[in-house]
């Protein structure tokens, strides 16, 4: 059975370079699906979808910087090869600054394509991991109660227990219970591990405003 984590998907109009471009593919040991369409690709394509993609620039219907924003939209992190005609380098230049790990104009080298891939499949293994924390750190949070989040997003942003107590205007100790039941649930042992979790989710990408403490001075 075929590695799934090397399965290269193939969204081009063009049914000779389908054919040619997957038994060269087959032929070097990676697995390989077939498309006729961006929209074909895009109603099959989910979070889960492994490999990498080749892509061609120019289809009819929606092109493949169309599909590759569509793809990014949804959250989708398949590393693109981009398939470029001659005098699309623009359109390919413009693809590699939204993301794709490469392009490559047609007619392409053999040697070319598989370093090509290479780079595209390492970089997907590194998006299956980062995705893999991801959905783990979602989990864990998914248990914690809506105080212990706000508490939690205190924590993210830097906020002393004191200073939380006062943004949530609860009592310190109170804080601090809540400090220690989310640790408990996310099984984290120090601030570190609650970082970790939190960032690996997502929290504290961006830092909000925060209410000044009350003045100490009478």
Avoid: W
């Avoid at 399965?7 to 038994?23: N, P």
């Avoid at 620039?57 to 493949?64: F, K, L, N, Q, T």
């Avoid at 001659?86 to 359109?91: A, E, K, P, S």
């Avoid at 490469?102 to 499949?121: G, S, V, W, Y």
């Amino acid at each position: 059975m075929s590695d799934p984590t090397r399965t290269v998907h193939i969204v081009d109009d063009d049914e000779a370079i389908r054919q040619s471009v997957g038994f060269m593919l087959r032929k070097a040991g990676y697995g390989v699906e077939t498309y006729v369409s961006g929209v074909q690709f895009l109603k099959q394509a989910n979070r889960g979808t492994p490999g990498c993609v080749l892509l061609d620039v120019r289809m009819p219907e929606i092109d493949g910087l169309e599909v590759q924003a569509r793809l990014a939209a949804q959250g989708i992190l398949l590393p693109i090869i981009m398939l470029t005609g001659h005098g699309d380098v623009t359109l390919a230049v413009r693809a590699v600054k939204a993301g794709a790990v490469e392009f490559l104009e047609k007619p392409f080298e053999r040697t070319a394509l598989l370093a090509a891939i290479d780079d595209a499949l390492r970089q997907a293994d590194r998006n299956d991991r980062g995705q893999l924390a991801a959905a783990d750190a979602n989990v864990r949070l998914a248990a914690l109660t809506a105080r212990e989040r706000d508490v939690l997003n205190g924590m993210v942003v830097g906020r002393p227990n004191k200073l939380i107590a006062y943004d949530l205007d609860i009592a310190t100790r109170t804080v601090e219970v809540h400090r220690a039941n989310l640790m408990e649930k996310l099984s984290a042992r120090s601030l570190s591990d609650v970082l970790r979790i939190a960032f690996a989710a997502g929290l504290g990408e961006t830092e909000p405003e925060q209410p000044a403490p009350p003045s100490s001075s009478t």
